[in-house]
C-alpha cells in the first residue's frame, strides 16, 4: 500500500529547500520509474548537473549535500531547484529574476521570492563568472555539443542485435552507457544557463519600445533539433499524401499498417519505409516523457509515429518547417533592423541587444541538441531492458515487460541470478508506482514535503470555467495571431483529434508533442515561459503560443473558439461550444 513517500523520494534540505515543476514537466511529466531514476538519473544526470555547475562557475562540488541536491524528487515526480537555478542569476550579476522569467512560470504560479543567504555571496565565483558571461556572449558554437552528437550516434551505430546477446551482456551494454548519461549532461548545464542570458536582457532593453519584440527576436533560429523531428515527419506525410496507395492504407487501421505496406512492394511503400527507416534511426528514441527510460518511444511503440503522419497528411504545404522557419527568420531580421535603428548612436544599447539576440541563437539551439543527444544516450538503455524485459515475461518471471522498470538499481543482480523472489514484490511496487499517476504534484516545495496522504488527487480541484469576452494573461511566448477551435489533450493517447488549424491546449509539451504542431493553429499550455519546449518549438514553427495560462486545460472547454495572440500573451475566449 502506498505510503506518505515513494521510494526513490528525496528530502529537502536547508541548503537547496526550493524546488518547483517549473521547466521539469517537459522533462519528465509523470512520475519517474524507480529503474530510470535509480539506474540512469542518480548516476546520470544528477552528477552530470552539479560537474556542469562546478564546471561553470556557479559552484564548488562541496557545496551539495550527499546525494547532491541538483534536483528534486518526490512524490516520484521530477522537481528542479530553484536555489541552483537562481544563483546562476545571483552570482554571474544577471539576477535571479532573469532565471525565473525565462524557465519557471511566475505568471499563473506563485513562486517563493529569492532569500540571500550569507553562503550565496562568493565574490570568486562571481569573479569567474563574469569571464563565463563574457564567453556566452560572443561564443559562435559550443564544440563539446557537436562532438557529443558524435558520440550519441557512435551508440547508436554500435548497437548490435541485442536478440543475440545474454542477459549479462545485455545489462553490461545498459551498465557501460551509464558514464555517457554522467558526461553528456554536463554541457546541458552551459546551454540551459547560456539559454536564459538573451531571455533575461531583451525585456528590459526592447520591452518599453516593442513589447512583442522580445518573442520576434527569438523566433526562426533555425537548426533547432526538436523542429527536425517535426521537418521529418512532415517529409513522410508529404509521401503519404501524395501516394493513392499509402493515402488508403492510412484511411484504414493503423496497427499492422507497416507489415501491410512492407507486403505491397510498390515504389511508393518503399520510399515510405525508407524513411520510416531513416526517422527511426535519427529519432526513434524520442518519445513522451523521454527522459524515462519506462515510457514508450517511437521505436519501441511505432504506431506513435503513424498516429502523427496520419494527421500531417492532412495539412498544406504551407505547414512546411522550412517555409516556417525562413518567415521566422526573415522577421526577426526586419525586427532586429529597426531596433539597431532606434538604438543608433547608443553603443552600449545596441551591443547589448546584438549580443543577446546573437546568444539566443547559440544556446537555443545547443540547448535543443544536447536533450537529442542525451536521450539517444537513454534510448540505447531502454532498448535493453525493452529486451530483457520480454524475456522476462516469456520466461514467466514478469507479467509485462514494462515491469522491469519497477526494480531499483541496486535489485538488478539479485534478481537476474534469481527472478521468482521478487514476482510478488514488483507487482505491489507496480501498484504503488500507478497510484502516482493519480496524485497532483505541488508546483512549489519550500523546506518540506507534504505527506502524500495530503496531496490533491488530479481533476479534484475546482476551477472557474471561462465565459465568453473573458481575456486570459499568459507569457508573450511564440509571436502571431490565430483564432480557431480549442482541442484539450492532457497526453498523447489520442493525438487524432487535432484537426488542421485547432488551437492545442495541453499541461505542457515536451518533444513528443512536436508532431502536433505541424497541424495545430497555435499552442497555449498551462506552464511554461520564454524558454520551455512550447514556446521554442512554436517560434521555429511559426505558430503563436501563450504558455502560463493557469488551469488553461481545465478552464477552457473542448470545442470553444479561441483567440491566441502569442505576441501579448493573451488568450481570449470568442465562443463557447
Same mark, same amino acid.
Given at each position: 500500500?502506498?505510503? $506518505?513517500?515513494? #521510494?526513490?523520494?528525496?528530502?529537502?534540505?536547508? %541548503?537547496?529547500?526550493?524546488?518547483?515543476? !517549473?521547466?521539469?514537466?517537459?522533462?519528465?511529466?509523470?512520475? &519517474?520509474?524507480?529503474?530510470?531514476?535509480?539506474?540512469?538519473?542518480?548516476?546520470?544526470?544528477?552528477?552530470?548537473?552539479v560537474e556542469g555547475f562546478e564546471q561553470m562557475g556557479v559552484f564548488d562540488a562541496m557545496e551539495y549535500g550527499d546525494p547532491p541536491e541538483s534536483f528534486g524528487l518526490f512524490g516520484g515526480y521530477f522537481y528542479n531547484s530553484l536555489t541552483q537555478a537562481r544563483l546562476f542569476g545571483v552570482r554571474s550579476g544577471a539576477g535571479w529574476q532573469a532565471i525565473d522569467q525565462a524557465y519557471f512560470d511566475t505568471t499563473s504560479q506563485a513562486i517563493p521570492p529569492y532569500v540571500e543567504e550569507d553562503w550565496h555571496n562568493s565574490p570568486c565565483k562571481t569573479e569567474k563568472l563574469g569571464t563565463v558571461m563574457a564567453w556566452m556572449m560572443s561564443t559562435d558554437c559550443l564544440p563539446e555539443v557537436e562532438l557529443q552528437k558524435d558520440e550519441a550516434q557512435a551508440l547508436r551505430d554500435s548497437r548490435p542485435d541485442l536478440s543475440t546477446l545474454t542477459d549479462l551482456q545485455l545489462l553490461a551494454r545498459a551498465r557501460s552507457i551509464q558514464r555517457h548519461l554522467r558526461v553528456m549532461f554536463q554541457p546541458v548545464v552551459w546551454a540551459s544557463l547560456g539559454g536564459s542570458v538573451g531571455p533575461g536582457i531583451l525585456p528590459g532593453l526592447v520591452g518599453e519600445i516593442d513589447p512583442t519584440a522580445t518573442a520576434k527576436l527569438m523566433t526562426g533560429i533555425g537548426d533547432v533539433d526538436s523542429a527536425d523531428i517535426a521537418a521529418k515527419i512532415f517529409a513522410i506525410s508529404r509521401i503519404v499524401a501524395g501516394s493513392p496507395e499509402l493515402n488508403a492504407a492510412f484511411d484504414g487501421d493503423l496497427d499492422g499498417l507497416l507489415d501491410r505496406v512492407a507486403e +505491397?512492394? *510498390?515504389? /511508393?511503400?518503399?520510399?515510405?519505409?525508407?524513411?520510416?527507416? =531513416?526517422?527511426?534511426?535519427?529519432?526513434?528514441?524520442? !518519445?513522451?516523457?523521454?527522459?524515462?527510460?519506462?515510457?514508450?518511444?517511437? =521505436?519501441?511503440?511505432?504506431?506513435?509515429?503513424?498516429?502523427?503522419?496520419?494527421?500531417?497528411?492532412?495539412?498544406?504545404?504551407?505547414?512546411?518547417?522550412?517555409?516556417?522557419?525562413?518567415?521566422g527568420a526573415a522577421?526577426?531580421?526586419? &525586427?532586429?533592423?529597426?531596433?539597431?535603428?532606434?538604438?543608433?548612436?547608443n553603443d552600449e544599447a545596441l551591443g547589448a541587444l546584438h549580443a543577446a539576440v546573437h546568444t539566443i541563437g547559440v544556446f537555443m539551439v545547443a540547448r535543443e541538441r544536447c536533450k537529442s543527444n542525451n536521450i539517444r544516450a537513454h534510448g540505447?538503455?531502454?532498448?535493453?531492458? *525493452?529486451? @530483457?524485459?520480454? %524475456?522476462?515475461?516469456?520466461?514467466?518471471?514478469? /507479467?509485462?515487460?514494462?515491469? #522491469?522498470?519497477?526494480l531499483l538499481a541496486d535489485e538488478l543482480d539479485d534478481f537476474f541470478a534469481d527472478p521468482a523472489p521478487f514476482a510478488t514484490t514488483l507487482r505491489e511496487r507496480e501498484q504503488d508506482y500507478l497510484a502516482l499517476y493519480e496524485l497532483e504534484p505541488p508546483y512549489i516545495v519550500d523546506g518540506t514535503v507534504p505527506p502524500l496522504s495530503e496531496w490533491a488527487?488530479?481533476?479534484?480541484?475546482?476551477?472557474?470555467?471561462?465565459?465568453?469576452?473573458?481575456?486570459?494573461?499568459?507569457?508573450?511566448? +511564440?509571436?502571431?495571431?490565430?483564432?480557431?477551435?480549442?482541442?484539450?489533450? @492532457?497526453?498523447? +493517447?489520442?493525438?487524432?483529434?487535432?484537426?488542421? !488549424?485547432?488551437?492545442? #491546449?495541453?499541461?505542457?509539451?515536451?518533444?513528443?508533442?512536436?508532431?502536433?504542431?505541424?497541424?495545430?493553429?497555435?499552442?497555449?499550455?498551462?506552464? !511554461?515561459?520564454?524558454?520551455?519546449?512550447?514556446? #521554442?518549438?512554436?517560434?521555429?514553427?511559426?505558430?503563436?503560443?501563450?504558455?502560463?495560462?493557469? $488551469?488553461?486545460?481545465?478552464?477552457?472547454?473542448?470545442?470553444?473558439?479561441?483567440? &491566441?495572440?502569442? *505576441?501579448?500573451?493573451?488568450v481570449t475566449i470568442d465562443a463557447l461550444p
Amino acid at each position: 500500500m502506498l505510503g $506518505d513517500r515513494w #521510494i526513490c523520494d528525496r528530502v529537502p534540505t536547508p %541548503r537547496f529547500s526550493g524546488y518547483t515543476r !517549473g521547466n521539469a514537466g517537459e522533462v519528465m511529466a509523470e512520475p &519517474v520509474s524507480p529503474l530510470a531514476w535509480t539506474f540512469c538519473w542518480e548516476p546520470g544526470p544528477v552528477m552530470g548537473c552539479v560537474e556542469g555547475f562546478e564546471q561553470m562557475g556557479v559552484f564548488d562540488a562541496m557545496e551539495y549535500g550527499d546525494p547532491p541536491e541538483s534536483f528534486g524528487l518526490f512524490g516520484g515526480y521530477f522537481y528542479n531547484s530553484l536555489t541552483q537555478a537562481r544563483l546562476f542569476g545571483v552570482r554571474s550579476g544577471a539576477g535571479w529574476q532573469a532565471i525565473d522569467q525565462a524557465y519557471f512560470d511566475t505568471t499563473s504560479q506563485a513562486i517563493p521570492p529569492y532569500v540571500e543567504e550569507d553562503w550565496h555571496n562568493s565574490p570568486c565565483k562571481t569573479e569567474k563568472l563574469g569571464t563565463v558571461m563574457a564567453w556566452m556572449m560572443s561564443t559562435d558554437c559550443l564544440p563539446e555539443v557537436e562532438l557529443q552528437k558524435d558520440e550519441a550516434q557512435a551508440l547508436r551505430d554500435s548497437r548490435p542485435d541485442l536478440s543475440t546477446l545474454t542477459d549479462l551482456q545485455l545489462l553490461a551494454r545498459a551498465r557501460s552507457i551509464q558514464r555517457h548519461l554522467r558526461v553528456m549532461f554536463q554541457p546541458v548545464v552551459w546551454a540551459s544557463l547560456g539559454g536564459s542570458v538573451g531571455p533575461g536582457i531583451l525585456p528590459g532593453l526592447v520591452g518599453e519600445i516593442d513589447p512583442t519584440a522580445t518573442a520576434k527576436l527569438m523566433t526562426g533560429i533555425g537548426d533547432v533539433d526538436s523542429a527536425d523531428i517535426a521537418a521529418k515527419i512532415f517529409a513522410i506525410s508529404r509521401i503519404v499524401a501524395g501516394s493513392p496507395e499509402l493515402n488508403a492504407a492510412f484511411d484504414g487501421d493503423l496497427d499492422g499498417l507497416l507489415d501491410r505496406v512492407a507486403e +505491397s512492394g *510498390s515504389d /511508393d511503400a518503399a520510399r515510405f519505409l525508407e524513411a520510416v527507416d =531513416e526517422f527511426m534511426y535519427l529519432h526513434g528514441s524520442r !518519445g513522451p516523457n523521454e527522459w524515462d527510460i519506462y515510457q514508450w518511444s517511437y =521505436e519501441t511503440r511505432p504506431k506513435m509515429l503513424l498516429q502523427v503522419v496520419e494527421r500531417a497528411r492532412a495539412a498544406g504545404d504551407e505547414a512546411d518547417p522550412a517555409r516556417t522557419v525562413a518567415a521566422g527568420a526573415a522577421e526577426r531580421a526586419r &525586427v532586429l533592423s529597426e531596433l539597431a535603428q532606434k538604438f543608433a548612436g547608443n553603443d552600449e544599447a545596441l551591443g547589448a541587444l546584438h549580443a543577446a539576440v546573437h546568444t539566443i541563437g547559440v544556446f537555443m539551439v545547443a540547448r535543443e541538441r544536447c536533450k537529442s543527444n542525451n536521450i539517444r544516450a537513454h534510448g540505447e538503455v531502454r532498448m535493453c531492458f *525493452s529486451e @530483457l524485459g520480454r %524475456r522476462m515475461v516469456a520466461a514467466g518471471h514478469l /507479467d509485462h515487460e514494462r515491469q #522491469i522498470y519497477m526494480l531499483l538499481a541496486d535489485e538488478l543482480d539479485d534478481f537476474f541470478a534469481d527472478p521468482a523472489p521478487f514476482a510478488t514484490t514488483l507487482r505491489e511496487r507496480e501498484q504503488d508506482y500507478l497510484a502516482l499517476y493519480e496524485l497532483e504534484p505541488p508546483y512549489i516545495v519550500d523546506g518540506t514535503v507534504p505527506p502524500l496522504s495530503e496531496w490533491a488527487r488530479r481533476g479534484a480541484t475546482e476551477v472557474e470555467p471561462v465565459q465568453v469576452g473573458d481575456v486570459l494573461h499568459g507569457v508573450a511566448g +511564440s509571436p502571431g495571431s490565430v483564432t480557431g477551435t480549442a482541442r484539450v489533450l @492532457l497526453d498523447l +493517447s489520442d493525438p487524432t483529434c487535432l484537426e488542421p !488549424g485547432d488551437i492545442l #491546449i495541453a499541461p505542457q509539451t515536451d518533444p513528443s508533442w512536436t508532431p502536433l504542431f505541424l497541424t495545430a493553429g497555435g499552442v497555449v499550455t498551462n506552464i !511554461g515561459a520564454v524558454g520551455t519546449h512550447a514556446v #521554442i518549438v512554436s517560434r521555429e514553427l511559426g505558430i503563436p503560443c501563450v504558455p502560463s495560462i493557469a $488551469d488553461a486545460t481545465k478552464r477552457i472547454p473542448d470545442g470553444a473558439t479561441i483567440t &491566441v495572440n502569442g *505576441s501579448l500573451g493573451t488568450v481570449t475566449i470568442d465562443a463557447l461550444p
